[in-house]
């Protein structure tokens, strides 16, 4: 069964820095890319950052490049978002998924995870 | 960038209707276009890709149509089940969603 845990949420100040992790199981990890996708409270979903399989090309969405970095280690099935300068704007419930077609760099994203949520607030 | 916009923002409706929310592009994505299912404090579910294609597991009273700039996800017939919020998707260069359809329980 595929599953995506993401973990490191929390409050934190604005201009603070924050890591999401999460942990994919019950599929070839390094076979696909992946997403992390955020929803603001009340609000529609946003794409954030994007990796591909190997971890080589990575993509953001203006609104986080320079401070946000996505990575992956595919030794231990794990994804990673490290936010840096926080802030109020960036209160949300944070997301990974999982590519549809795998290595295939533009696709819908098949499983998500439960959502971790970070809250930006002084 | 591409901007997605769905309407309507929310739908009333009863159980049994046929329901169509439409998904409008600001330039062509051919059909690389996706639908999903949010219920409250859950992550979305995937319904629809490549505009039209069912995803494995879901009923098949969802379907899509559309190609280009306009699309559309239909319900044929509603069920309790069905009452959620339904956000479209582009994939055609990066990934960016509509603001999401509430329907809700008329």
């Known amino acids: 069964e595929v599953q995506l845990v993401e973990s490191g949420g929390g409050l934190v100040q604005p201009g603070e820095s924050l890591r999401l992790s999460c942990a994919a199981s019950?599929?070839?990890?390094?076979?696909?890319?992946m997403s992390w996708v955020r929803q603001a409270p009340g609000k529609g979903l946003e794409w954030v950052s994007a990796?591909?399989?190997?971890?080589?090309?990575?993509n953001y969405a203006d609104s986080v490049k320079g401070r946000f970095t996505i990575s992956r280690d595919n030794s231990n099935s794990a994804l990673y978002l490290q936010m840096n300068s926080l802030r109020a704007e960036d209160t949300a419930v944070y997301y990974c998924?999982?590519?549809?077609?795998?290595?295939?760099?533009?696709?819908?994203?098949?499983?998500w995870g439960q959502g971790t949520l970070v809250t930006v607030s002084s | 960038d591409i901007q997605m916009t769905q309407s309507p923002s929310t739908l009333s409706a009863s159980v049994g209707d046929r329901v169509t929310i439409t998904c409008r592009a600001s330039?062509?994505?051919?059909?690389?276009l996706a639908w999903y299912q949010q219920k409250p404090g859950k992550a979305p579910k995937l319904l629809i890709y490549?505009?039209?294609s069912l995803e494995s597991g879901v009923p098949s009273r969802f379907s899509g149509s559309g190609s280009g700039t306009e699309f559309t996800l239909t319900i044929s017939s509603l069920q309790p089940d069905d009452f959620a919020t339904y956000h479209c998707?582009?994939?055609?260069?990066?990934?960016?969603f509509g603001q999401g359809t509430r329907v809700e329980i008329k």
């Open positions: 998924a999982r590519d549809r077609e795998g290595s295939s760099w533009y696709a819908p994203f098949d499983y």
């Open positions: 019950g599929f070839t990890f390094s076979s696909y890319a």
């Open positions: 990796i591909n399989d190997i971890g080589g090309s990575t």
């Open positions: 330039q062509s994505i051919p059909k690389w």
């Open positions: 490549r505009a039209s």
């Open positions: 998707q582009q994939y055609n260069t990066y990934w960016t």
